[in-house]
């Protein structure tokens, strides 16, 4: 039980693209989703959370309107990387909770490379 | 702030025990886990300790939690080779079960 799905799992895509990752929990409602990105042998970075049906709360330093977040459903979160730039490549990794006091479910991540 | 602290490597002989250990500096962290991400793919939930436990044994894993010291360590038993991976230690800090990470300990499995 507990899976979570993330696609796709690898994008390689030109400069100045919008790239869209969507995360989705297969067998629970996820009131909460996180999005991480991970930089090569590096720990997680918390990039947003978000609750189903309301506005994603985003850490600080992460641009709001350059990586957008939608979580309209208790099963799917969407995270669009809008006009994305090499810099902007990484290893984008999503979770998901049922709730408070459960534990985390992590997809298997989508590795993100901007030409 | 809060911090969680992890050592970078461990190497050890196939069938010895590993022992990684985590610190910690949230004193109100009310749950621990362990998880482990295999090369290219996003993390495992290995097993995970409420603060109120001093010990949690789940087949060859055992997590051991000293809340006084902020220590927490997970012990493999029987490393086998299929282990070697990335161990990270996290604490829960706050509402929306937000998760504080270690930076990671690189399990090496030799023969």
């Known amino acids: 039980g507990a899976v979570v799905s993330q696609h796709p799992s690898w994008v390689i895509c030109k400069s100045g693209t919008s790239v869209k990752i969507e995360c989705r929990s297969l067998?629970?409602?996820?009131?909460?989703m996180f999005w991480y990105r991970q930089f090569p042998k590096q720990s997680l970075m918390l990039m947003a959370t978000?609750?189903?049906?309301?506005?994603?709360?985003?850490e600080q330093g992460v641009e709001k309107d350059k990586f957008l977040i939608n979580h309209a459903s208790l099963t799917l979160s969407t995270l669009t990387v809008t006009s994305a730039h090499p810099e902007d490549s990484s290893f984008y990794i999503c979770?998901?909770?049922?709730?408070?006091?459960?534990?985390?479910?992590f997809g298997d991540g989508t590795r993100l490379s901007i030409l | 702030g809060e911090d969680v602290e992890q050592s970078l490597f461990l190497s050890v002989r196939e069938g010895d025990s590993s022992v990684i250990n985590c610190t910690y500096t949230?004193?109100?962290?009310?749950?621990l886990y362990w998880y482990k991400q295999e090369p290219g793919a996003g993390l495992q939930l290995l097993t995970y300790i409420f603060s109120n436990m001093d010990m949690k044994q789940d087949q060859r894993l055992t997590v051991l939690l000293n809340k006084k010291d902020k220590h927490l360590s997970l012990r493999i038993a029987d490393t086998q080779t299929g282990d070697s991976a990335i161990y990270f230690c996290a604490e829960r800090s706050g509402g929306y079960n937000k998760l504080i990470f270690g930076a990671g300990t690189r399990l090496a499995v030799h023969p």
């Open positions: 067998d629970f409602q996820a009131t909460t």
């Open positions: 978000s609750n189903e049906g309301s506005k994603a709360t985003y």
């Open positions: 979770s998901a909770t049922e709730g408070q006091g459960q534990p985390q479910h």
């Open positions: 949230d004193s109100s962290s009310t749950y």
